[in-house]
């Protein structure tokens, strides 16, 4: 993956998330396959943010939930994946599975 894809303005950008959080695990297991990820946000909910200008990882902790409360296309479902995600990079960067 090239940095162009991976990075947007300095940032780890939302689209890619899933896609490197499986890519240096064994995703063609079928145990890992049927697991859904914590990192892949469904696309509805990536649109509604991207039409807010919300494309990094850091925008999306900078937005904060009043602002993503009120975004168009995201309701209370896409308001829990988006948490789900956050709270999943914070296991992570604190070494937790």
Known sequence: MSEQTSFNNGGT???TLAEQA?????WWKEEVLKQPSAFALPTRVLVALDGAGITTVEQLKQAGPHRLRRL???GRNGFEKIVELLRALDRQSNGES
């Open 13 to 15: 950008k939302l689209s």
């Open 22 to 26: 499986t890519a240096s695990s064994a």
């Open 72 to 74: 168009d296309g995201l």
